[in-house]
């Protein structure tokens, strides 16, 4: 079963605004991961928010973790147009201790 | 650049042909990924190897046949694929052992775009 979900499936926004990504998921994790995929590349990876950890930054990036809830958001501030891309979470199962669970992604279109 | 590389980057192959990918890491990690991305789908774990010992396998059809020969290096061997099989083929590493890797930051090489006539 599917482990990560995010949503919006699709955001198109203009420069400068802010998007925001949110993944929900099943099970009890160690970490949640948020990547990043250009189209057709590789992913790479944004940022590592540990399960007893609420919220952290890196940049332009604000990730916040509500274990309660078992969900995630990314925040990118003050988009542009090299922000266009594929955003995926991914969580580990703390439990059956698999790999990474990746979701099916948010699309985000930044527009100048 | 993530330091791990793939070849060849684009691939086409007819159904009866036999293909290999090729993953080279150069970060010094011990585990190695390979994923299936097709369009509009998660993307699939296919197999995990870590320290060269295959430690998962995600029900993969046996036309996909995986070799690790040392912790640097990663192969997909393909025969008789089917059109359905057309997909990026992405490949993966992590610093992880084998009670570790699973919640490893993986770094992914930039993919192999394979279509299946």
């Known amino acids: 079963s599917q482990q990560g979900e995010e949503d919006p499936q699709a955001l198109s926004i203009q420069e400068g605004e802010n998007a925001t990504m949110n993944c929900s998921y099943k099970?009890?994790?160690?970490?949640l991961q948020w990547y990043r995929q250009n189209s057709g590349r590789g992913l790479v990876h944004l940022i590592l928010?540990?399960?007893?950890?609420r919220e952290k930054h890196s940049g332009r990036l604000r990730v916040t973790l509500d274990t309660s809830k078992k969900s995630s958001s990314l925040l990118i501030t003050a988009s542009r147009a090299a922000d266009t891309a594929s955003y995926f979470c991914?969580?580990?199962?703390?439990?059956?201790?698999?790999?990474?669970?990746f979701g099916k992604g948010t699309t985000l279109s930044v527009s100048s | 650049e993530t330091g791990v590389t793939q070849t060849p980057r684009h691939l086409v192959m007819g159904m009866t042909n036999k293909k290999s990918l090729k993953c080279e890491q150069h970060?010094?990690?011990?585990?190695m990924y390979w994923y299936k991305q097709s369009a509009k789908k998660p993307l699939e774990l296919m197999f995990v190897?870590?320290?060269?010992?295959?430690?998962e396998n995600n029900s993969v059809p046996s036309r996909f046949s995986p070799e690790c020969p040392n912790s640097s290096h990663l192969f997909l061997h393909l025969h008789t694929l089917q059109p359905e099989d057309s997909a990026l083929y992405l490949c993966?590493?992590?610093?992880?052992?084998?009670?570790?890797?699973?919640?490893?930051?993986?770094?992914f090489g930039p993919g192999t775009r394979l279509t299946v006539l």
């Open positions: 991914a969580t580990d199962d703390a439990q059956a201790g698999t790999a990474l669970i």
């Open positions: 190897y870590s320290l060269e010992e295959r430690v």
């Open positions: 993966a590493s992590s610093p992880g052992t084998r009670s570790g890797w699973g919640t490893d930051t993986q770094y």
């Open positions: 099970t009890s994790i160690n970490n």
């Open positions: 970060l010094g990690h011990n585990a």
């Open positions: 928010i540990r399960s007893n950890e």
